[in-house]
């Protein structure tokens, strides 16, 4: 079919052929109906290419031996490009015993997860490197071995059941019965994480994970953490801070230069009205001038912390002076500190980004994992975002989990 | 009593492990909960016959086995343990 179709071409097209090619082409099957021709024999006189594959063994049924590499030859002209292909190869013609775990052959189901010649990788996505070096595929690194390399996996499964991974609801969705709606800015933020396939090559890639693999989550289970959540509350609200405030009205915070201006807003009360009078008599042209005098005297006779211009609006919880906007009676740093509390009813970072808008549970979240061990065994070695064989950046996405704990 | 003299740290984890079948066989039907204790006292037995005692990594890999197994178990919906013998 491919000749008939080449044939179809324009005289100019097939003049490029090269004349051996197109003659062979036009002389094997001109008509559909006719009988295809065998196809010719391609295959270069058996070029050998033997690759060594030095592939850990241990077989928990034969107890007294001990793990070791067992090698084996493949003929790489033989045999496919992946990983996987030359390790059935392998279990097909050499040693049915070799046991792993494998499935979709397309890197999107996760299961031959494996260390290959010292990096985690998917072995149905890793080419094979080249006939010249051997290779060493052995089981991810540092977990327990069931079998040659097979790995148990089910502490990372159960790391990941912890993080809770689905979507979580304070309220139902907006219309009864439908999808919870999200934007796309939102969906996009989602991107690189939610393609994560769960096949543990950044996790047992990260030396902070084998030193600990009880405790710390590791990069996917944390991946997912901070695929999730995410808006704004980190600390369970500190109840004192609000009651002493509303117990004793705006003297809550028990701070010199509070209480001072305090006083000075006392003053100026008491003298209010005796001020503005003096002022106004002063200021008056109308009056004679003595009199102007006697009430300027009377005037800068007055407490100075009655003048109004003493009086500064300060901050009510820091005493801070500067930045101090009066709707909200703070300085910019508690707004800042309250606000992403959620304790200030009504103020909601403008451009805050939700790592999934859905869901409403994200301070419950955090808390979860706020945890030495949990989360801050991550020392940033970034092995995980070198293993991930589908390109995602665990490490980044554990940055941004980190960085949502400080901001509250 | 011959297991008087002081257990080593793994040898407790082997005899917690058979205790905790034999407290989750408690919980099945009687007649189920002979077959469990039946099974698994004799796999413990061959195992503690045949297996090194200085074959830690083997020993370690029967522990999480058994406790994967006895994870299984617990679960309320499983009624009974049955094996069958292979021949090699």
Same mark, same amino acid.
């Given at each position: 079919?491919?000749?008939?179709?080449?044939?179809?071409?324009?005289?100019?097209?097939?003049?490029?052929?090269?004349?051996?090619?197109?003659?062979?082409?036009?002389?094997?099957?001109?008509?559909?109906?006719?009988?295809?021709?065998?196809?010719?024999?391609?295959?270069?006189?058996?070029?050998?290419?033997?690759?060594?594959?030095?592939?850990?063994?241990?077989?928990?049924?034969?107890?007294?031996?001990? $793990?070791?590499?067992?090698?084996?030859?493949?003929?790489?002209?033989?045999? @496919?490009?992946?990983?996987?292909?030359?390790?059935?190869?392998?279990?097909?013609?050499?040693?049915?015993?070799? +046991?792993?775990?494998?499935?979709?052959?397309?890197?999107?189901?996760?299961?031959?997860?494996? !260390?290959?010649?010292?990096? !985690?990788?998917?072995?149905? /996505?890793?080419?094979?490197?080249?006939?010249?070096?051997?290779?060493?595929?052995?089981? /991810?690194?540092?977990?327990?071995?069931?079998?040659? /390399?097979?790995?148990?996996?089910?502490?990372?499964?159960?790391?990941?059941?912890?993080?809770?991974?689905?979507?979580?609801?304070?309220?139902?969705?907006?219309?009864?019965?439908?999808?919870? &709606?999200?934007?796309?800015?939102?969906?996009?933020?989602?991107? @690189?994480?939610?393609?994560?396939?769960?096949?543990?090559?950044?996790?047992?890639?990260?030396?902070?994970?084998?030193?600990?693999?009880?405790?710390?989550?590791?990069?996917?289970?944390?991946?997912?953490?901070?695929?999730? $959540?995410?808006?704004?509350?980190?600390?369970?609200?500190?109840?004192?801070?609000?009651?002493? &405030?509303?117990?004793?009205?705006?003297?809550?915070?028990?701070?010199?230069?509070?209480?001072?201006?305090?006083?000075?807003?006392?003053?100026?009360?008491?003298?209010?009205?005796?001020?503005?009078?003096?002022?106004?008599?002063?200021?008056?042209?109308?009056?004679?001038?003595?009199?102007?005098?006697?009430?300027?005297?009377?005037? %800068?006779?007055?407490?100075?912390?009655?003048?109004? +211009?003493?009086?500064?609006?300060?901050?009510?919880?820091?005493?801070?002076?500067?930045?101090?906007?009066?709707?909200?009676?703070?300085?910019?740093?508690?707004?800042? +500190? /309250?606000?992403?509390? @959620?304790?200030?009813?009504?103020?909601?970072?403008? %451009?805050?980004?939700?790592?999934?808008?859905?869901?409403?549970?994200?301070?419950?979240?955090?808390?979860?994992?706020?945890?030495?061990?949990?989360?801050?065994?991550?020392?940033?070695?970034? !092995?995980?975002?070198?293993?991930?064989?589908?390109?995602? !950046?665990?490490?980044?996405?554990?940055?941004?989990?980190?960085?949502?704990?400080?901001?509250? | 009593?011959?297991?008087?003299?002081?257990?080593?740290?793994? *040898?407790? *984890?082997?005899?917690?492990?058979?205790?905790?079948?034999?407290?989750?066989?408690?919980?099945?039907?009687? =007649? =189920?909960?002979?077959?469990?204790?039946?099974?698994?006292?004799?796999?413990?037995?061959?195992?503690?016959?045949?297996?090194?005692?200085?074959?830690?990594?083997?020993?370690?890999?029967?522990?999480?086995?058994?406790?994967?197994?006895? =994870? *299984?178990?617990?679960?309320?919906?499983?009624?009974?343990?049955?094996?069958?013998?292979?021949?090699?």
């Amino acid at each position: 079919m491919a000749a008939a179709a080449l044939l179809r071409r324009s005289p100019a097209a097939r003049a490029l052929l090269s004349p051996a090619l197109s003659a062979r082409l036009v002389a094997s099957k001109p008509h559909s109906s006719a009988p295809a021709p065998p196809p010719p024999s391609s295959k270069p006189a058996a070029a050998a290419n033997m690759k060594t594959f030095s592939i850990y063994r241990w077989d928990p049924d034969s107890p007294s031996t001990k $793990p070791h590499l067992k090698d084996y030859q493949v003929d790489l002209s033989d045999c @496919g490009p992946m990983v996987l292909d030359a390790l059935l190869k392998i279990k097909n013609e050499q040693d049915p015993s070799l +046991t792993f775990r494998r499935s979709c052959r397309e890197g999107i189901c996760g299961s031959c997860a494996m !260390n290959i010649d010292g990096d !985690n990788g998917l072995a149905c /996505l890793t080419k094979i490197s080249g006939a010249s070096s051997a290779s060493t595929v052995s089981p /991810l690194p540092h977990m327990f071995v069931i079998k040659d /390399l097979v790995v148990d996996m089910t502490n990372f499964y159960s790391q990941y059941k912890s993080v809770e991974p689905w979507l979580k609801r304070k309220d139902p969705p907006s219309q009864e019965g439908k999808e919870i &709606l999200q934007s796309k800015a939102d969906r996009a933020k989602l991107d @690189g994480m939610y393609e994560c396939i769960l096949c543990a090559c950044c996790s047992t890639s990260c030396p902070s994970y084998w030193w600990n693999p009880e405790e710390y989550l590791g990069p996917a289970a944390l991946l997912h953490a901070n695929r999730l $959540p995410l808006w704004g509350t980190l600390i369970k609200p500190k109840p004192n801070m609000f009651m002493h &405030l509303q117990a004793r009205g705006y003297r809550g915070v028990a701070d010199k230069r509070n209480l001072l201006d305090h006083k000075r807003r006392l003053l100026a009360e008491k003298y209010e009205l005796r001020g503005k009078l003096y002022k106004a008599v002063c200021r008056d042209p109308d009056l004679p001038l003595d009199m102007r005098e006697k009430f300027r005297y009377k005037l %800068s006779k007055l407490p100075r912390n009655s003048s109004m +211009t003493r009086l500064r609006n300060r901050c009510i919880f820091t005493g801070r002076s500067r930045a101090v906007y009066k709707k909200f009676r703070m300085s910019r740093i508690m707004f800042r +500190t /309250l606000a992403n509390k @959620g304790e200030l009813t009504g103020v909601k970072k403008a %451009s805050w980004w939700i790592q999934d808008s859905r869901d409403q549970f994200t301070k419950e979240r955090l808390d979860a994992i706020n945890d030495e061990f949990k989360l801050y065994r991550c020392h940033t070695i970034k !092995n995980c975002t070198h293993a991930c064989p589908k390109g995602l !950046n665990p490490a980044k996405q554990i940055d941004t989990i980190k960085k949502l704990q400080i901001d509250a | 009593m011959a297991s008087r003299p002081k257990l080593s740290g793994i *040898q407790k *984890q082997v005899l917690a492990l058979y205790r905790g079948f034999l407290r989750t066989a408690r919980l099945k039907s009687p =007649e =189920e909960r002979r077959r469990i204790e039946s099974v698994v006292s004799a796999e413990f037995r061959d195992n503690a016959r045949n297996v090194d005692r200085r074959n830690f990594v083997y020993i370690e890999y029967l522990l999480r086995r058994g406790k994967r197994q006895l =994870e *299984q178990l617990k679960n309320p919906d499983i009624t009974g343990l049955a094996t069958l013998e292979v021949k090699k």
